[in-house]
């Protein structure tokens, strides 16, 4: 199955809560969400492997798929379709060898020497940001505007997924930059509608 990063929602604990963290996820894929990451720093891993399964469930049947964010415990031991990286998150190697070929994988990527580094046969796609700065990410690097975003999609061996501050009038520029899609968390969570706010974006291609 070819991997979609046209609308990749990120889920954030505290602005997911409002509608529920599986409701948020159904109303934003019922609204074109093509991925899903689980991402939630302070949880245990048996409460995100609770959280991993039931949106698994969820998603079953709807082509989109799961993947979690840091934790590779809780990838392998919930069934989730993946994992997403940071550059300090541990290695792209042993993930792939506890993952199998088939799971998904995928790295965040914040500068050309980060991208010149990355070991791309045992990746599926980066993450590439922040394009803004953000509120949603307390550490994040300095903001690559749509011009650094363009540096990166253009150097890069794998398909981008753009993140950073990015919302729905951000698509086209988006696109232009060479990225495959945007990724977001409150674009979508902590919205009052969040299928709205998904379908907001529209088609990508
Ligand atoms: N990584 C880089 S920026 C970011 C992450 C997880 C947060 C994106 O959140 P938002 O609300 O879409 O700016
Ligand atoms: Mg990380």
Known sequence: ??????LYLVTDPALCAGHGLVETVVAAVRGGASVVQLRDKHAADGELIDQ????KAALAGSGV???INDRLAVAVESGADGLHIGQDDGEVAEARAALG????LGLSVQTLEQLARIDAKRLDYLGLGPVFATPSKHDHAEPLGFAGLATLAAA??????????????HVAATRQ???QGLAVISAICGMPDPEAAARAFGPWG
Request: aromatic share 0%; glycine share 12%.
């Open 1 to 6: 199955m070819r991997l979609d990063l046209s």
């Open 65 to 67: 798929p799961l993947i």
């Open 101 to 104: 070929e088939q799971a998904i």
């Open 177 to 179: 930059a060479g990225a």
């Open 52 to 55: 991993a399964r039931r949106l």
């Open 156 to 169: 890069s061996p794998l398909p981008g997924v753009a993140i950073g501050g990015l919302k729905a009038e």
